[in-house]
């Protein structure tokens, strides 16, 4: 039985009228009715007499009405408790991210978060996987976003979303109306993150699998750093396709013909299991809420959830 249900039955019997019902619950008389109706058939009994303009409580609907009433009284006073507590009661979160998820569904995460858990307190820390994982374990963060789970009897994680890693360059240094193989690539200077870190990672397989190796790498631990270097046009380099929406439409940066794509980009939120967890898993419910969201907002085929 609704909540909804509840509300609606009782608002009836105050306002002894389908159309003032509807007019106060922000809905149609035929909803109204259909409402009615349902508890009606789920109780098993008539709960209301209409002959006419004539509106009356059976001896079951009088029953109903207390029962309702007590219900719904209980759950005003469990809310107000309930908000009381979270209003004393301040909590820190302290979540990790990397540059791929701050530009894309972070900051609708965030706000969502301002809005519907006021009593929370974020910190927000920018980092590389390597050290975001390294910092849940020594329990510096309750809530990471990143390539590598953090992997242990306390931690939980989950794949957020997926993104679509596609090559670009400026047009200073690429044709975009070529097709560049495996070979073409690894002639050219490439701009990635350190050895060592998970988008690196993909990167090597990427050209030892066809034995080739790249013959020029510059290194940046910095997302934003990365799309700069490859626009003034010092190399072309593998990088979500969303978070260069923009340079790619104001011709800043082309995508890169490909005869082999590169694998996509996994965004995985790992969290702590005993801390905060009421908390937590809200937050975890959000974010995948506003991950979901914002893969609904472009395209498919660049931002996806498995």
Known sequence: MRILDMQTFTALVRNRHFGRTAQELSTTQPAISSRLAA???????????RMGTEFRLTPEG??????????????????????NLQAKAPVL??????????????????????????????????????????????????????????????????????LQMIWVGSPKLIDPERTYSVDDLARMPIVTFPKGAPPYRQIAPYFQDEQVLASKLTSSNSMFAIINLIIDGFGVAAIPKVIVRRELAQGLLHQIRVSKHFPPLPIIGSY??????DVILQVVAQAQQCALNYCASVDPSTAWLV
């Open 39 to 49: 508890l009606e058939q789920e109780l098993g009994h008539k709960l209301v007499h």
């Open 62 to 83: 009088e029953e109903v009405l207390q029962v309702f009433q007590q219900v719904l009284d209980n759950l005003d006073t469990l809310k107000t408790k309930l908000d």
């Open 272 to 277: 702590q299991s005993s801390t905060h967890q």
């Open 93 to 162: 979160l302290r979540i990790g991210a990397i540059d791929s998820v701050i530009s894309t569904w972070m900051p609708a995460l965030v706000e969502a978060l301002h809005q519907r858990m006021p009593h929370l307190k974020i910190e927000l820390t920018v980092e590389s996987t390597k050290r975001l994982v390294h910092g849940m374990h020594k329990g510096e963060f309750d809530l990471i976003f990143a390539v590598d789970p953090a992997v242990g009897d306390s931690f939980r994680s989950f794949v957020s979303c997926v």
